[in-house]
């Protein structure tokens, strides 16, 4: 581990993940909640996307969309935690460049595209809500495929450009990056030369995704909570639909929020103690993807009855086959 300023001809190939700073003496208990949480992750999201994919009526867009919301949130867990656990554990903290890098455009991808998920969910339910009508014409499958097309070209131009960007600097000072994984200020920061380009495309990240993101979101919303308010014949309606609402609201501005504070905080020079900031870091990409199955799933009729019947006819199916091997037992 090479910490002191070194040449300018010099660059690391090599780094050093170090999350938690003062939890270090304990980071091995630190591997228990985290791994609890990852395989809660997997669990919830891997049976929602099962459920999803085995009922031929639950392939519509808006359920086709939390079933692609339901991998991508594995996929992203999966690009953190597991290396993550195996630092805690076995001190296997060293990464290359290489391997920084991608960890960093893989993170900052799927993370785009979940924003790009999450706004494609609130204008599908907006459509259906607020225009029943024009609903079939617009969502449609060729909907679908622009919405794939758009999404991978914003987020791999621009996430590429943002790792790109941070690949071209020389590191020739500290090799320590205070993350549990490669963040890219956190990267971005152990720089000898100017950052000002990087720092430049992380505000640009920000303005591309949670800028044009959150006020069409926040918009669809509040249009859906105001049409569903007005037409509820009953109070118990109306508490249903804005508590629904408002679930959403809450998880989708926590997404966003943490995110934009951990991912800005380096560039307005917020003072946020580096656990706290590691924190704010996991949290911002665990929590959602822990929460969205209970909120798009055991909180949805049809997925949940779905799920239930499934259940039920392989329960069904497995008592049959105990009683056949029985009778042929004894006979």
């Keep these: ?120 969910m609130a204008l599908d339910r907006y459509f259906a809500i607020c225009r029943p009508l024009r609903y079939n014409d617009i969502i449609n499958s060729s909907m679908l495929v622009r919405l794939v097309l758009f999404t991978l070209v914003r987020s791999v131009s621009v996430m590429a450009t943002l790792v790109g960007l941070a690949g071209s600097l020389q590191f020739c000072g500290s090799n320590v990056i205070q993350h549990c994984y490669c963040d890219h200020m956190a990267l971005v920061s152990l720089a000898c030369d100017s950052t000002s380009r990087s720092s430049a495309a992380g505000l640009a990240v920000i303005i591309c995704f949670v800028g044009a993101d959150i006020p069409i979101i926040f918009f669809s919303y509040m249009k859906i909570l105001s049409v569903v308010l007005r037409s509820a014949a009953a109070g118990e309606d109306s508490r249903k639909a804005f508590h629904t609402c408002s679930t959403h609201l809450i998880v989708m501005m926590c ?14 020079n917020i003072p946020i103690p580096t656990d706290i900031n590691n924190s704010m870091g996991l949290m911002y990409i665990l929590f959602p993807a822990t929460i969205n199955p209970i909120i798009y799933g055991v909180r949805t009729k049809e997925i ?8 039920k006819n392989r329960a069904k199916k497995i008592m049959t086959a105990k009683v056949s091997s029985a009778g042929k037992e004894k006979s």
């Excluded at 867009?61 to 999966?78: A, G, Q, R, S």
């Excluded at 997404?255 to 307005?268: A, D, P, Q, R």
């Excluded at 949940?304 to 259940?311: K, V």
């Design 1 to 120: 581990m090479l910490e002191a300023p070194l040449s300018r001809n010099f660059s690391h190939c090599t780094f050093v993940l170090r999350g938690f700073p003062s939890l270090q003496k304990h980071r091995r208990l630190l591997a228990l909640p985290f791994s609890a949480s990852y395989l809660l992750v997997l669990l919830g999201n891997s049976l929602l996307v099962y459920v999803i994919c085995s009922v031929e009526r639950l392939h519509s867009p808006m359920y086709l969309l939390i079933c692609t919301l339901c991998f991508v949130d594995i996929l992203v867990v999966t690009t953190i935690i597991p290396n993550m656990l195996l630092g805690f554990l076995f001190d296997w903290n060293e990464i290359s460049l290489v391997g920084c890098l991608t960890q960093m455009f893989f993170i900052h991808f799927l993370s785009s595209v979940e924003s790009t998920l999450l706004l494609a």
């Design 304 to 311: 949940r009855d779905s799920f239930l019947r499934i259940f």
């Design 255 to 268: 997404f966003y929020l943490v995110g934009s504070i951990t991912f800005l905080s380096h560039n307005l």
